[in-house]
């Protein structure tokens, strides 16, 4: 068996958060999701139980409108999905993104982050060296709210991830699944 062959695939599900509420005297992290949001986020949460994109680990920031996303999302999957709250995707660099993903233990095949922009962009921006050509435009025309972005590594563990080292599988929007 090749070197190549005998690495484990690893798939990386990039959520950003739905549409979020701006109240009045509302801290940013507090901040709700919009009626939008809460339509859409179980819209994303119904395409990825169709087509089987069952993460092992959810990364949720601890923002209210990516908590608030997550659970719409997960009350759609066919399965219940560990998850850990993750203060190292909540208003920071796509490199910052990429040390919370490297720290992932190696048994997690399949791993979800939900985020926030321009830092889940960024992060899918600096991972992707290749993908689905339609994809990839519409992912770097608009990472949209409520945007899911499926990358794929041939690599041995989470701390192997580096810029470039992704293959963008898909990018899709509750306006393009729904």
Same mark, same amino acid.
């Given at each position: ?28 992290? #507090?901040?709700?999701?919009? *009626? ?11 395409? $990825?139980?169709? #087509?089987? @994109? ?13 908590? *608030? ?7 759609? @999957? ?6 850990? #709250?993750?203060?190292? !995707?909540? *208003? ?7 040390? !919370?993903?490297?720290?992932? *233990? ?29 994809? $990839?435009?519409?992912?770097? #025309?608009?990472?949209?709210?409520? =945007? ?8 041995? =563990? ?7 080292? =992704? ?12």
């Amino acid at each position: 068996m090749s070197k190549k062959s005998a690495k484990l695939k690893r798939r990386l599900i990039l959520l950003r958060h739905a549409k979020s509420a701006w109240p009045d005297g509302v801290a940013d992290r #507090e901040r709700p999701l919009a *009626e939008r949001g809460r339509k859409t986020a179980p819209v994303i949460g119904a395409y $990825m139980a169709r #087509e089987k @994109l069952i993460p092992d680990l959810a990364l949720v920031s601890p923002a209210r409108r990516a908590q *608030e996303t997550w659970k719409l999302v997960c009350e759609a @999957l066919s399965k219940k999905v560990a998850e850990r #709250e993750a203060p190292g !995707v909540y *208003e920071v660099s796509a490199e910052r993104i990429l040390d !919370v993903i490297r720290s992932v *233990e190696p048994g997690i095949r399949t791993l979800l982050v939900v985020g926030h922009n321009p830092g889940m962009e960024d992060a899918a921006s600096l991972l992707v060296a290749d993908g689905d050509a339609d994809a $990839m435009g519409r992912m770097k #025309e608009k990472f949209s709210t409520a =945007g899911l972005a499926v990358i794929d590594f041939d690599l041995d =563990g989470w701390g192997d991830v580096a810029k470039g080292t =992704g293959y963008l599988e898909r990018f899709v929007t509750p306006r393009s699944v729904g």
